[in-house]
């Protein structure tokens, strides 16, 4: 992917500078359970992330209120760079396209970086969370050291492998600033025994919306050979039949809340061909 160094957002709060505060008893979550705590969460405003985390999840600061000096390495410093011009161009590009395909004014998202834990206006948040999107805040929150887990546990290398967490994330701000994810949340307190499901859809359609991105991305000629696959690597190397059978070796369908490795690939690819929020309508799909 083609991108400049030296970039700058008004909207990335660094806040690696911070620790989680969490007590060494805190239950470590699997992805399907700390996406049901986050869903809980978002719904009745209520930490349900602090009954089971075993910490108030508050950040620490130093003597004087200040919060301590950022220690980083430069691959991280060139990550931080890189994510923060992912950030402006996704914004940009979403500035444009909401008006015209959606009829909605777009609002920015902050993008948050942090270590180990922070609190969230969805509750206490943890590195084990994998990067999140918190609907109550409008903040995308990611610990830079899930994108050495990318590479490493789930094999998906590459900067738009990268790009396409935080243009996941942000699909998930669209959703909220349209009233899908209002929407969805309502249709899970009326039907919980659809909750996964409504939220697989929900997912998807993030997926989707990234792939939007991507198409504006491939028209502006900002991207390389061998990106697109790296995307749909990493979009296939999260779907909850093989995050499940790498910790378990068994896949259990009723228990899925991203969808398979297969319909997330999809569902990019999707919104990559066609560059249209219309086409991503994954509640409508059967």
Same mark, same amino acid.
């Given at each position: ?66 919060? /301590? ?86 094999? /998906? ?79 296939? /190397? ?22 398979? /490795? ?25």
């Amino acid at each position: 992917m083609r991108w400049s160094m030296g970039g700058d957002s008004s909207n990335v709060e660094d806040r690696r500078g911070s620790s989680g505060g969490f007590g060494g008893g805190g239950m470590r979550l699997g992805l399907g359970g700390t996406v049901v705590l986050l869903v809980l969460s978002a719904v009745f405003h209520k930490d349900f992330f602090a009954l089971v985390g075993g910490g108030d999840g508050s950040a620490a600061t130093q003597a004087d209120g200040s919060v /301590a000096p950022v220690r980083a390495t430069p691959q991280e410093d060139s990550l931080v760079q890189f994510v923060t011009f992912v950030l402006n161009d996704d914004q940009t590009t979403w500035a444009k396209l909401l008006p015209d395909q959606a009829g909605v004014q777009y609002q920015a998202a902050h993008l948050v970086l942090f270590r180990d834990g922070i609190q969230t206006g969805c509750g206490t948040g943890q590195t084990a969370m994998g990067p999140f999107y918190c609907p109550l805040d409008h903040k995308v929150y990611i610990d830079l050291g899930f994108y050495d887990e990318l590479r490493r546990r789930f094999g /998906a290398p590459g900067d738009f492998a990268q790009a396409y967490v935080i243009a996941h994330e942000l699909g998930h701000h669209v959703q909220t600033l349209v009233g899908i994810d209002q929407r969805m949340r309502r249709a899970q307190q009326a039907n919980p025994g659809q909750a996964n499901a409504l939220s697989v859809r929900l997912e998807l359609q993030a997926d989707c919306f990234a792939g939007v991105w991507g198409h504006s991305t491939q028209e502006r000629s900002i991207l390389e050979q061998g990106d697109v696959q790296e995307a749909l690597a990493a979009a296939s /190397a999260v779907g909850d039949d093989r995050i499940q059978k790498q910790q378990s070796g068994r896949i259990n369908t009723d228990t899925f809340t991203h969808g398979s /490795a297969e319909q997330r690939a999809t569902w990019f690819k999707r919104g990559f061909d066609s560059g249209k929020m219309a086409d991503c309508d994954t509640f409508a799909s059967r």
